[in-house]
């Protein structure tokens, strides 16, 4: 018992939960691996050109617009689904669902990161 415990309080702890995020972010990764994420057609997921945060500039959720093939957004949410739209050949998700949260707080995780 006590090591069922233990070893649930290590998962907690490896997967960076973290109570003041609303997104989870273990599940996002799962998504952001996922081809078949807003329905997908081609076989990709945004980890085929996003691997490590590949593409996604450091400063991707402190930007006021963002610019995407030609067009311009407001949020982030809204550039993920053009992506699930275009590479993925998928249907954009909602924004403000859970799967969209999941997949922008593990987003967050790689773009926390140093750039290369
Ligand atoms: C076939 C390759 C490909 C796939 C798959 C792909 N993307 Fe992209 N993504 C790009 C390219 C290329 C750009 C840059 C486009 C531009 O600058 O106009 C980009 C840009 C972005 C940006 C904006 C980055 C920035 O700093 O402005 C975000 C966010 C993003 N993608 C998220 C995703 C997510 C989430 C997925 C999975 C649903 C995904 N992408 C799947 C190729 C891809």
């Known amino acids: 018992m006590k090591k069922i415990f233990i070893l649930a309080t290590a998962l907690v702890v490896a997967g960076g939960w973290s109570p003041a995020k609303a997104g989870n972010v273990d599940k996002g990764k799962a998504l952001f691996e996922s081809p078949t994420l807003g329905g997908g057609t081609t076989g990709k997921s945004c980890q085929s050109c996003h691997a490590g945060g590949e593409n996604l500039g450091a400063d991707l959720f402190n930007r006021k617009k963002l610019h995407i093939m030609g067009m311009t957004k407001t949020n982030v949410a809204d550039i993920v689904n053009v992506c699930i739209e275009k590479p993925l050949g998928g249907t954009a998700i909602d924004p403000k669902g859970e799967e969209m949260q999941d997949l922008l707080a ?8 140093p750039a290369k």
């Open 106 to 113: 593990y987003m967050e995780t790689l773009t926390a990161k």
